[in-house]
């Protein structure tokens, strides 16, 4: 079993839709949790960043972390084509430590 | 912001050569360096975690002799892919964490197709 889990699509959304994007693990010493974005032949860029459970907002975008089920989820509202991308979830234990990625969830927006 | 360097971005080379691949933070310190390769449409894998002044720690399977890598100063490190096959051809990204901070920025990759 991978330590992290992602659904790898791909979704494809119509313009202004509400997209949800999921990761499960395995190991419930994870503590931060991230979500990157990718687009084709690029480096990741992060965004958004959250510590230990609950939720944080920035803009269109909200991730959430349940560490009781050991899922979290980004959340985008008003999905525009220019999210159309790669998404990767990744988490590590410490700070210092390592990250580990899902498989990354390619989403396409539709104009 | 902070911004991590990688040269070449695309590099073509025969099988039986090695290859280069350098990674610099430009605006910041990084103690710790870290290398991932990619295959398409998968995710980033953990090849090695490289440390300033000394020897990188790999990830299982990863063969240290065939993947070189060197940290030899605070905002370098490079991958060196040694007899370069085939099945090496792949996109290889670095990240490098913000000494003090410990952010963690990623370059933009670098894509080497081995012929």
């Known amino acids: 079993q991978k330590e992290v889990e992602q659904d790898p699509g791909p979704l494809s959304v119509p313009e202004g839709a509400i997209v949800s994007l999921n990761c499960t693990y395995s190991?419930?010493?994870?503590?931060?949790f991230m979500w990157y974005r990718q687009y084709s032949r690029k480096g990741p860029e992060l965004l958004m960043y959250t510590y230990s459970s609950g939720n944080k907002e920035d803009g269109r975008f909200t991730a959430q972390v349940d560490k009781s089920s050991k899922y979290i989820s980004l959340f985008i509202r008003d999905s525009q084509p220019s999210d159309s991308a790669t998404y990767l979830c990744?988490?590590?234990?410490?700070?210092?430590?390592?990250?580990?990625f899902g498989q990354g969830t390619e989403l396409s927006v539709k104009p | 912001g902070a911004v991590v360097s990688q040269h070449p971005s695309w590099v073509i080379c025969k099988s039986g050569t090695s290859v280069k691949i350098e990674c610099r933070s430009l605006d910041f310190q990084a103690t710790t360096m870290f290398w991932y390769r990619q295959f398409p449409k998968q995710s980033l894998m953990l090849m090695a975690t490289s440390n300033e002044g000394s020897k990188a720690t790999y990830e299982q399977g990863v063969e240290k002799d065939k993947f070189l890598i060197n940290h030899a100063s605070l905002t370098l490190s490079t991958l060196t892919v040694t007899s370069a096959h085939p099945e090496d051809s792949s996109f290889y990204i670095c990240s490098a964490r913000e000494t003090g901070t410990g952010e963690l920025f990623f370059g933009e990759g670098s894509r080497l197709t081995v012929l």
């Open positions: 990744a988490m590590m234990v410490n700070q210092g430590g390592k990250l580990i």
């Open positions: 190991n419930s010493a994870f503590q931060y």
